[in-house]
Every structure is written in structure tokens, then in C-alpha cells.
């Protein structure tokens, strides 16, 4: 196959300052969970990016003085010169492969906390970020940066530039986005200063201007100096002498940086979740750009499709397409474009798995890609896997995202693969979940694999399915593997944070008996203690079918754990907006006679709900009736030719859909492997030297 030429705009390179990129695709700096002290894991994992075709390959954020310390969330460092060699890692494997390596300097000003250094942290006027979220929220408030706070931070801002190009980068970034030191001195609410870095748009910009120029003294023109900017507040502004205060900004600054890097202000409309926003969802606030800097402009919107990419650059919005998540989600994205095979871009779905995975301070795990960060401990690559460890047939029983990935990466191995599903279609619980407000995009976890399977000769997939023991114990198969899913229990929640006391009776469902179609009647209660996101899908499914919803949790905001993915504030306005009455610090604690029972968590106070219909979504167990008459035959397994029977996914243990479908892939890759090669290689800090 080869590529089409529709596409041929996106392998145009294109010149950046002193650099010149080999195509148009832009891997963004973002933060991958590994740091400084897991460099090999990192240094591989941007290296495959580079291989599977990215033009640039950026770090995550990285801190240029231990007054930017963001502990415990993961950041970089190049605080002094032991650290350089730890970025050279990176660097190597991204040159190897052609493409350009940036790196994103970075001080956290207001918005860090200082919990390591235990520096006092700085900001413009003194102010602080207020999250309200506990993730975040610090009790550290910033020193007001004097004269000397702003000298010594252009001398760290030099240094740490200096440095970077002593580790091989070829881009150096200064970073004024989101809420850090230098877009604190941007927007008003930050800085209230009255010297000449405060008051009009050109003294707040003067900051950010200074620590380009001092970038670019200190790279001595071997690399190319980016500016990463977050326009979405500024460009709300109004202003006196441009269409907005983003135009004042951009315009002041137009040629200083080699690249504009342009994003949007706070994780969840920079890092936008699918269930609330589409691909190319950035365009409306950073589409001037172009029109007032002679520089290339890179710019992200979770861009998957080639012509939506390609329709960006014709119609000068971009000149260089960003990616975070969709170079997690598939690392040889550009490859693929290029070889004429854009069908097989394994595409994000827009679940923020990542971001969370960065919120616990945790290498970067994603649902699509269950490979990622695991390039260098495991000796996982996306595109590659070994084959079969000898020529043995597989039942996978369920086609799950676990059971689908199971098979889709056997088959890839080389093994005879059959999947039974007891229902009419594959999917597993996505068979439904897609159908819900906002969800429609995690089916590209189907669709991916669906088509994949398709090419697979030695993977048959038998829907309409339902086997039991003595089926299984029949067909021999030499291993089993059981991807059966869970099941939601109708279990009630205690004071001590254990779900105890099920409740059954008329009027008691699960998002398993919405999913069949039970008839509910008005008014319904959505009780979670899940805090994912589905009771707060389903609260907003009925209340949108006609179903006067109140939605009750005992966490402190709907679909707490939320938070992580960057959901949770538009969870909360998609309630809203569908009417749904929340109530939360409460738990249920009764429902009879259609009324619903509260106590409110922590005081106990009770209080009453009108309700014909509760939906607990609280915990799930796994689906093992199989297993359990399975390994009640057990003695019968060699005689039937079986091997092994081995739970995966739900079936396993219930979690995410990003661990059904990394189980499925450990399966897969893990059969007949040599023991001794199972397991993950420990990274660690490289040693400093004296
Ligand atoms: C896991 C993860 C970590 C991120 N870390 C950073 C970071 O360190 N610095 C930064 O400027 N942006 C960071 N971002 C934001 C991305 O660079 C990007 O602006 C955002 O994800 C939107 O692009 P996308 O739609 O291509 O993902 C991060 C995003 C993700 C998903
Ligand atoms: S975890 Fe989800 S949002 Fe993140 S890259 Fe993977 S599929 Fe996309």
C-alpha cells in the first residue's frame, strides 16, 4: 500500500528556526509518569514515537530550579548538570530515528506546592492556585516574586536552556500555559503588579518575552526557541487595541519564538475528555494565530483522522499537528498515514486514562494502547510481538475489550484462536456503554479491534455462543481463557466505606437491568459508590429519556474519581443541565414504599427521597461461574487436551476498561514465554556522577 496522496501535505518539512522538522506531525510535550527516575523507561517510550514517524518528540513538562517542584505529581528535572544525561537518553533514541527532540522547561510559580524542596513557591503578586480539589489543593501560599526572584529566574531559565542543548535537544521551550509562573504573569487575577511586569498587556508580557530572549542567548542559535502559550482566558478578553487580549499578546510576540505552540488554559478544555468534546475542539480559540506571526504554529485537538489534519493546514489554521493522546494512543500513527494504512490508526478514545495515570504519579498507561510505558520494562512495541511458542489452539470465551484484545494480539502470535460469545455481537459491557450520553467514542475500542480481527485467518469469532464446562470440556482446546466480565451487585454501601447488605425487591436495578431494557418508573434514584463515570452516564441517560432523576452519592462531588481524567467539572454541568438533582455525602440506606432512605455521611442525619426506582451502581464481581465448573472438572482437563484455564479481565478481576484490555494483551504476550522472562525490568535513577 501506499500513501495517499490527499495526505502528501502532512511529510511536507517544515523549518524551525535553526531545525527543520521531517513532516508535520508534532508529538506535544506531555508528562509521561516516569521522571527523572525511571530514564530508560522514558527514553524508550518517546523513542517509538520517534519510530512510528512523529517529525518531534517533546518531553513532558521539566523543571528548571527546585522553586518548580510539583511532588507528588511526576515532573522532570534538569535542575543541574547530573541531570543532563538522563534527557541524553531521550535525545539518543529520538535522533536515531530521524526526528527532532524538544524539550518543555518549565516553572510552576503559584501552582506547585514546594512539598519536597520546601521552597517557598513564587508568583507574580503573591497569590496562589485555590484548587478545591484535593489532588491539588495546598496550604503553601507563594512569596510575591521581587526584582531579584525575577532576575534569578531568567538565570534558571538560561541554564537549564544551556543545558538542554548539552543533552541533544533541538527545540527548547519556554512554557506560559496553564496556570504556571509565566501565564501568571499574563492574566490580571495573578498579577497586580505596578513595576513594568504588571498593568498594561506589554508590561505583562514582558516577562515572557525576556525568557524567550534568554533562551535564545543561551542556545546560541543551535536550537529553535518555542513558545508553549495558553490562549483560552486571554482570548475571552476584551481589549481595546485588538479583537482580544490573546491578539494583543500574540501580536507583541509575533516573531520572537522560532514556534508557536498553542493550547488552551486548564486540563479539562486543553486536554478535553471525549464524552464532552470533539476532535479539533481547540480551533475556535487559537485559529487567529497564524494570521499575526510568521512562524510555524503547532496546535492539538485530539487530531486521529488525516483529513481532519489535513483540512487544519489547508485552511491555515496549523502548520504542525500536535498530538499528546493520540501519539500515546498509537504511536505509529504518522507511519500508518504514510504506508497508505490509516484503517489501522489504533485511535484515542478520548477516556483520559492518561491523564489520570499522571494525576497518580504512575507511568502512562491508555486504553488503547495497552503497550505504552511498558516499551522498555517489559520489551513491549506497539507494532511488533513474538511469535507463537509452539502451534497450540486457544478458546477465548467472551469477546470483551478483554477477551478482543486477548485474541486479536494471539492471533497476531500466530495461534489458532476461537472466541465464543454468548451474546448476538461483541462488546461485552460496550455493547451498551456506547449507547450512553457521551460514550459513543469509547466504541473505537470495538471498532479497532473488530477490523483488526478481520484480517486474521486463524482467529474465528463465534457470536450467539454461550458455552458451559462440559461444551469447553468437549471442543479441547489447549489453554481456555475466560474473558466472562463482571456483574454490578446490589450491594448497599456502610459507614465504614464497605459495600455491605444487598438490597433486592421491586424497583431495585443495576446498569446491567437498564441495559436489558427493565421498565423503570419515575422518580428514579441513581445511588453511586462507584464514583467512575457510570452513574453519572446513566443519571443523565434517564433523566434525557423523560425520567425525573435524583443522583445520590456518598462522595463529596459526582463521579468523584473523576477528577483524574479531567471529567468531573463537566460531569457536574451535564447533570445540571439534564436536571438531575444531586445529593451527595449521602448514602442510602433504605427503600421501601417508594421512598428512599438517606443518611448523610458523617452526621448521620436522615432524610427521604421520593423513589419508585433505585439504581445502585456501586461495586461489580467478577462474572467466574464458568471458571467455578471449570476447576470443578479439573481432573477432566488432560483427558479433554486442556492445559490451562486462566481468567482475564472483569472475569479476573473487575477494573477500568484499560485494565480489561492490558490484561488481555499480558495473556497474550505472556503465553509460553520462558519464566524467566516474565515480570518487568526495575528502572532507576542513573547514577550521579562526581
Ligand atoms: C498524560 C498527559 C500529560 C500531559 N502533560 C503535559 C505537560 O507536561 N506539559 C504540557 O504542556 N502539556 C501536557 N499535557 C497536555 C497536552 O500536551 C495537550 O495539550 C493536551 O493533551 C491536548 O492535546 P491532545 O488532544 O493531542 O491530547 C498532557 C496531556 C496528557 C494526556
Ligand atoms: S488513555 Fe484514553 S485518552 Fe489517553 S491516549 Fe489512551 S485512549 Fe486516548
Not at 481547540?282 to 494570521?291: M, N
Amino acid at each position: 500500500m501506499s500513501r495517499n496522496p490527499r495526505y502528501d501535505v502532512l511529510f511536507e518539512s517544515v523549518r524551525i528556526g535553526p531545525v527543520t522538522a521531517r513532516n508535520r506531525f508534532y508529538a506535544v510535550p506531555h508528562a509521561a509518569g516516569m521522571t527523572n527516575t525511571m530514564p530508560h523507561m522514558r527514553a524508550s517510550f518517546r523513542e517509538t514515537k520517534a519510530e512510528g514517524g512523529w517529525g518531534v518528540v517533546c518531553t513532558g513538562y521539566v523543571s528548571i530550579d527546585p522553586s518548580s517542584d510539583d511532588a507528588p505529581l511526576p515532573y522532570a528535572t534538569l535542575w543541574d548538570d547530573h541531570d543532563i544525561r538522563s534527557h541524553a537518553l531521550m535525545t539518543d533514541g529520538v535522533h536515531k530515528h530521524g526526528a527532532l527532540a524538544g524539550i518543555e522547561l518549565w516553572h510552576g510559580g503559584g501552582s506547585v506546592m514546594n512539598r519536597s524542596s520546601r521552597l517557598p513557591p513564587l508568583s507574580p503578586s503573591g497569590t496562589s492556585w485555590m484548587a478545591t480539589h484535593v489532588n491539588f489543593m495546598g496550604h503553601q501560599r507563594p512569596k510575591l516574586m521581587d526584582a531579584q526572584d525575577i532576575r534569578a529566574l531568567l538565570t534558571q531559565q538560561a541554564q537549564a536552556a544551556r543545558r538542554a542543548r548539552q543533552a541533544g535537544f533541538d527545540i527548547v521551550y519556554v512554557y506560559a500555559g496553564m496556570g504556571y509562573l509565566p501565564y501568571e504573569f499574563l492574566l490580571p487575577e495573578w498579577n497586580q503588579r505596578t513595576d513594568a511586569y504588571g498593568g498594561s498587556v506589554a508590561n505583562r508580557v514582558r516577562l515572557v518575552r525576556e525568557l524567550l530572549e534568554v533562551t535564545q542567548e543561551a542556545v546560541g542559535g543551535k536550537c529553535a526557541v518555542a513558545l508553549r502559550i495558553s490562549l483560552e482566558e486571554l482570548r475571552a478578553r476584551p481589549s481595546a487595541s485588538a479583537p482580544s487580549q490573546a491578539h494583543e499578546v500574540v501580536a507583541l510576540l509575533a516573531d520572537v519564538p522560532d514556534l508557536w505552540d498553542v493550547k488552551l488554559d486548564s486540563a479539562p478544555t486543553d486536554c478535553a475528555p471525549s464524552r464532552f468534546s470533539s476532535e479539533g475542539s481547540h480551533e475556535s480559540v487559537i485559529d487567529f494565530v497564524k494570521t499575526l506571526t510568521r512562524r510555524p504554529v503547532v496546535g492539538v485537538g485530539r487530531f486521529t483522522s488525516p483529513d481532519t489534519m489535513v483540512s487544519q493546514i489547508r485552511r491555515g489554521v496549523l502548520d504542525l499537528i500536535g498530538a499528546a493522546r493520540p501519539s500515546i494512543a498509537d504511536p505509529f500513527l504518522p507511519a500508518k498515514i504514510d504506508a497508505g494504512r490509516e484503517q489501522d490508526i489504533r485511535e484515542c478514545i478520548g477516556c483520559n486514562i492518561c491523564i489520570s495515570s499522571w494525576h497518580y504519579g504512575v507511568p502512562v498507561r491508555c486504553t488503547q494502547n495497552p503497550t505504552i510505558g511498558e516499551e522498555w520494562r517489559r520489551g513491549w512495541h506497539p507494532e511488533r510481538i513474538e511469535p507463537a511458542g509452539s502451534a497450540t489452539s486457544v478458546l477465548v470465551v467472551g469477546a470483551g475489550p478483554a477477551g478482543l484484545e486477548c485474541a486479536l494480539s494471539l492471533g497476531r502470535r500466530g495461534y489458532e484462536v476461537s472466541v465464543a460469545e454468548a451474546a448476538d455481537d461483541i462488546g461485552g459491557r460496550l455493547r451498551f456503554e456506547t449507547r450512553l450520553p457521551g460514550l459513543a467514542g469509547w466504541g473505537r475500542v470495538l471498532d479497532w479491534r473488530r477490523e483488526q480481527l478481520q484480517r486474521l485467518s486463524n482467529v474465528n469469532v463465534y457470536r450467539g455462543n454461550r458455552l458451559t464446562a462440559g461444551d469447553i470440556l468437549e471442543v479441547g482446546y489447549t489453554h481456555v481463557v475466560l474473558a466472562t466480565g463482571a456483574r454490578w451487585a446490589r450491594l448497599l454501601y456502610s459507614a465504614l466505606e464497605i459495600p455491605v447488605g444487598e438490597l433486592h425487591g421491586p424497583g431495585v436495578f443495576t446498569p446491567e437491568d437498564i441495559a436489558a431494557g427493565a421498565p423503570l418508573r419515575s422518580p428514579v434514584v441513581v445511588y453511586d459508590f462507584d464514583n467512575y463515570y457510570m452513574g453519572s452516564v446513566l443519571a443523565e441517560y434517564l433523566a434525557r429519556g423523560g425520567h425525573s432523576v435524583s443522583y445520590v452519592t456518598p462522595a463529596g462531588h459526582a463521579a468523584a474519581s473523576t477528577i483524574m481524567s479531567n471529567e468531573q467539572p463537566q460531569v457536574h454541568r451535564a447533570l445540571a443541565s439534564a436536571s438531575v438533582a444531586l445529593h451527595t455525602l449521602s448514602r442510602v440506606t433504605a427503600f421501601a414504599g417508594g421512598v428512599v432512605t438517606l443518611a448523610t455521611q458523617f452526621t448521620e442525619r436522615e432524610r427521604r427521597l421520593p423513589c419508585e426506582s433505585l439504581v445502585i451502581v456501586g461495586t461489580r464481581f467478577a462474572d467466574d461461574t464458568l471458571y467455578g465448573a471449570l476447576t470443578a472438572r479439573a481432573d477432566e482437563w488432560q483427558g479433554s487436551g486442556i492445559r490451562s484455564v486462566t481468567r482475564i479481565g472483569d472475569a479476573l478481576a473487575p477494573g477500568a476498561l484499560v485494565d480489561a484490555v492490558y490484561s488481555g494483551h499480558r495473556y497474550a504476550r505472556e503465553l509460553d514465554a520462558a519464566p524467566e522472562t516474565l515480570g518487568y525490568r526495575r528502572d532507576a535513577p542513573l547514577e550521579r556522577r562526581a
